[in-house]
């Protein structure tokens, strides 16, 4: 426990406000005005992510604003455990506070009066970096029921809420369960993703949800 609480407040802050910042760079606006897709916020849903970009028809824009946004998480998270000298506790908690800033910083960036977008792309950049076994699991989760259903947001809603059950799981390779930050940040993102779903989950019970790919008025 003592070397849980080693790092001095001061850096754990400093990784907090890092990775907020980090996390917060709207990559799906940049991408789109550059791109002349226009603004995405006035398309489809207005949401910032990946989903509603590929609404503008540029797979080539949604597939990038997928990578950034996935990797803008990852990034924070393995900055701040490189940091903290990559293997302790001290760096996994570390870890674990500069990627929630950033899943933060996607939901509510700054630069975009706080009205971001729903963190899916950065769950699973989180979540790879921390434990790649339990990104893949996440990963494969949201495939399946993406293959399924055809909806983006029943997958991402599906994968979030299963992910800290396979952080519980024992992947030797990987010295899993997963330590106790990893398994806080599964859980403190799963619960946020649910939250900025609540319209999808309302249109996912009344069957009006729109399917992957579809454009929305």
């Known amino acids: 426990m003592q070397d849980l609480v080693g790092p001095a407040i001061g850096t754990l802050a400093a990784f907090a406000v890092g990775g ?11 991408l789109t005005r550059l791109g002349g897709a226009g603004d995405v916020r006035q398309i489809g849903s207005g949401n910032i992510g990946a989903t509603n970009v590929l609404r503008t028809g540029r797979k080539d824009l949604a597939f990038a604003t997928l990578i950034l946004d996935a990797g803008k998480g990852a990034a924070a998270l393995l900055l701040a455990k490189y940091m903290m000298g990559g293997v302790s506790p001290s760096a996994e908690l570390a870890g674990a506070i500069a990627g929630g800033a950033a899943f933060l910083g996607h939901l509510f960036p700054v630069w975009l009066k706080f009205k971001g977008g729903k963190g899916v792309a950065t769950f699973f950049g989180l979540m790879l970096a921390a434990a ?19 909806i983006s947001s029943l997958s991402a809603l599906t994968a979030a809420a299963l992910t800290p059950i396979y952080a519980l799981l024992p ?10 930050p990893i398994l806080g940040l599964s859980i403190f993102t799963a619960l946020l993703i649910w939250i900025r779903h609540s319209e999808n989950i309302g249109r996912i019970l009344k069957g009006v949800e729109p399917r992957i790919g579809a454009k929305k008025a």
Not at 20 to 30: A, D, E, K, M, T
Not at 171 to 180: D, F, G, K, S, Y
């Open 171 to 180: 992947i030797a390779a990987m010295n899993l369960p997963a330590p106790r």
């Open 132 to 150: 790649w076994p339990l990104g893949l699991l996440a990963a494969a989760t949201w495939l399946l029921m993406a293959a399924l259903f055809r």
């Open 20 to 30: 907020y910042l980090l996390g917060s760079i709207p990559f799906g606006v940049i």
